[in-house]
């Protein structure tokens, strides 16, 4: 079963940058799409970013020109550089996986932008 660690969430001032990782392990079998999805109180979750393990990657239009999707697919792992950060991106931050057409989901990383 595939397990997913977040790390990088945090609070910083709008216009500010953080970077989200997310490691994959315990998969028996390659990894598809991998992606950042978000959470905030009182909404549904929703896509902010996604790539496909040969690189083609999709943006929710609120993160388009502020924040890129990259993978390491040696390591398993997905990264999401945000910058200029604004208060309505405050959120809880939920790594995604798909392995044959299966989603995994990890715990989830709380970012804060303060105005």
């Known amino acids: 079963q595939v397990q997913l660690l977040e790390s990088g969430g945090g609070l910083v001032q709008a216009g500010g940058s953080l970077r989200l990782s997310c490691a994959a392990s315990?998969?028996?079998?390659?990894?598809?799409?991998m992606g950042w999805y978000r959470q905030a109180p009182g909404k549904q979750r929703e896509l902010v970013a996604r790539i496909t393990s040969g690189g083609s990657t999709n943006y929710a239009d609120s993160a388009k020109g502020r924040f890129t999707i990259s993978r390491d697919n040696s390591k398993n792992t997905v990264y999401l550089q945000m910058n200029t950060l604004k208060p309505e991106d405050t959120a809880v931050y939920y790594c995604?996986?798909?392995?044959?057409?299966?989603?995994?989901w990890g715990q989830g990383t709380q970012v804060t932008v303060s105005s």
């Open positions: 995604n996986a798909v392995v044959i057409s299966r989603n995994a």
């Open positions: 315990g998969s028996r079998y390659s990894i598809n799409a």
